[in-house]
């Protein structure tokens, strides 16, 4: 008999093997272990008490992951995972994980769910715009290895990792908004295996980065306005590379923004996938 609950009493060993069963024929690989599980939810800020699990007599067949937080100083839920495995889809599961969702997100005053999902995911997009979701944005997502060093573009440029960073000052650095996991919220959550990079002269920060050292995700990254053509991009990411993994992953870049795609491309870095950035209101 399928049922559908909350996530608060499954373990994480449950939470990782239908995870990984659900998204075993994904567009994208997704191998999910205890380590990284630990860094998304603390990323994400995921919480299982606003996260589904469909069941079928008690075994755990489908999940929908929620994080908890503020989008534009407004109450949020942003959706972190949802995933069937094979045998269980096309039943409705999402809307009916959604059911039973949206009444518990009413009751702490959200009325907001965001999520991203693979453009060419047909089936995913078409259920989601059953519930209500419409899209925002396209974003692209870039991956690509630094082959060789950047030399520092002027004397007295400092390229060092930083225990924190001047995060009232970083949206002045952007070319877009940033996607839920991308925020500043969720890099100082995520602070544990993240990498805070500066670039400095004479004390003012110039540019900086915010990266996964081991698994290469940049997190968030920006080069001030004012010193922007100076070599200070290709020195952040050169820097940011060299602090573990060379193989650099940049997700979610607005497709809007040729600056920032024009700057990744002649890095030569891959766009190996674009999402569809959507809203649900209710």
Partial sequence: MISISALTRITSAQLISTFNHAFSDYIVPVNLN??????????????????????????????????IGEVNDEPAAYNGG??????YRGRGLVSRMYDFLKPLLEQVGIQKVLLEVIDTNERAISAYKKVGFRRLRMLDCFKGEILHP????????????????????????????????????????????????????????????????GTGRAVQYGVHPAHRRRGLG????????????????????????????????????????????????F
Avoid at 256 to 269: I, L, P, T, V
Wanted: with cysteine; charged share 20%.
């Fill in 34 to 67: 205890s380590f990284i599980l630990k860094q998304k939810m603390a990323q994400e800020n995921i919480r299982l008490e606003f996260s589904a699990g469909v069941f079928d007599d008690g075994r755990l067949v489908g999940l929908m992951l929620h994080g």
């Fill in 82 to 87: 949802t995933g069937i495995i094979p045998e």
């Fill in 150 to 213: 950047v030399l520092v573009p002027d004397p007295g440029v400092t390229a060092e990792v930083a225990p924190e960073l001047p995060w009232a000052q970083l949206p002045s650095f952007w070319n877009y908004r940033p996607t839920w996991q991308h925020t500043i919220a969720a890099a100082r959550r995520g602070h544990g295996p993240l990498k805070y990079l500066a670039i400095k002269e004479k004390g003012q920060l110039l540019a900086y980065g915010i990266v996964n050292a």
């Fill in 234 to 281: 290709r020195l952040l990411f050169n820097s940011l590379a060299s602090l573990g993994n060379p193989r650099i992953t940049v997700l979610n870049v607005d497709g809007e923004d040729e600056q920032s795609r024009q700057f990744f491309q002649g890095m030569g870095f891959e766009c190996y996938v674009r999402q569809l950035e959507m809203e649900w209101r």
